[in-house]
């Protein structure tokens, strides 16, 4: 009966006879209990994202562990991270003092990305190495001037000038030229009157109002300003300019303008049309000052 006459095999079908297949036991498989069709829902499901994502993360985090603690590594990105703190920080807080110098620093730093580039055929952590320190100086040079043009050079105008008290208001302007807070004498008002306000191409508002006592001086020699805090006819209200006790100034310091614009150009045409609206005369070179009270002059310089 294992054969068919005919050296052949028997078929199990042609005598009825049904397939015998090894069990999962046999195989070393656990049927799950309670299952009858093989594997349930759960383990029909794939891996769990998570895990997979966690698992990839780990790899990742130890070939970079791997590849950054090579010298090479540090020194390529060390580097110009050194550049660019150093440099940013001599612009921010040196370009007032020094500004030749922090030149000169920048010029040699590129310079030194440059020549490392050249020599890129000598090993291969000279080229990134170089254009990182290239790019770092480029980047904080304009950073470090950014933040001096617009931030830390004011601190510095105040701290390098003087304090004036009792300042009559009808005198030049010229005389206290190295004043960076002004205490007025107790008779000076803002001429809230005579205010007038110059919009900018910006959209912003420059305000101007005379600074006066009871002298009655036909020149105008200092000058109340702010931004934003009139209208373009008048009704000035900059700071404690609608304050009676106050009789302090705090001098306006222009910046470089690599950045920003000049404050003190508008200010100028506005007080141009100030003149030209209410018929005043000023110094072609008044001092335009914030109207603060005199316990304010540090908490506004500053």
């Known amino acids: 009966g294992k054969g068919d006459g005919k050296g052949g095999t028997v078929d199990p079908q042609v005598f009825g006879l049904r397939q015998q297949y090894p069990s999962s036991e046999a195989l070393g498989l656990k049927q799950p209990y309670g299952s009858f069709q093989g594997p349930t829902g759960a383990q029909k499901r794939g891996p769990n994202p998570l895990a997979l994502f966690a698992a990839q993360l780990r790899v990742l985090s130890k070939q970079f562990w791997q590849v950054s603690s090579q010298p090479d590594f540090l020194v390529a990105w060390l580097g110009p991270f050194a550049n660019y703190v150093l440099l940013s920080f001599l612009f921010a807080y040196g370009f007032m003092q020094v500004p030749s110098l922090c030149v000169l620093v920048a010029a040699a730093a590129g310079a030194a990305g440059l020549f490392l580039v050249g020599i890129r055929d000598r090993g291969h952590v000279w080229l990134p190495l170089g254009i990182g320190c290239c790019l770092a100086t480029a ?112 001098r306006i310091f222009d910046n470089s303008g690599f950045f920003l614009e000049s404050s003190r150009d508008f200010y100028h045409k506005a007080r141009q049309k100030a003149e030209a609206t209410y018929a005043i005369v000023s110094a072609v070179e008044p001092m335009y000052v914030r109207w603060v009270k005199q316990d304010s002059l540090d908490v506004v310089a500053h």
């Open 139 to 250: 980047i904080a040079s304009l950073s470090g001037l950014y933040v001096y043009d617009m931030y830390s050079c004011f601190p510095s105008f105040y701290a390098n000038s003087r304090i004036y008290t009792n300042v009559v208001p009808s005198q030049p302007s010229a005389a206290v030229a190295d004043a960076g807070k002004i205490t007025f004498t107790s008779e000076t008002v803002v001429d809230t009157n005579r205010s007038i306000g110059y919009m900018s191409e910006q959209g912003r508002t420059y305000c101007v109002a005379p600074i006066r006592d009871g002298s009655g001086a036909i020149r105008i020699e200092f000058w109340a300003v702010g931004v934003g805090c009139c209208s373009s006819d008048g009704d000035f209200h900059c700071d404690s300019a609608q304050d009676s006790s106050a009789g302090a100034g705090v």
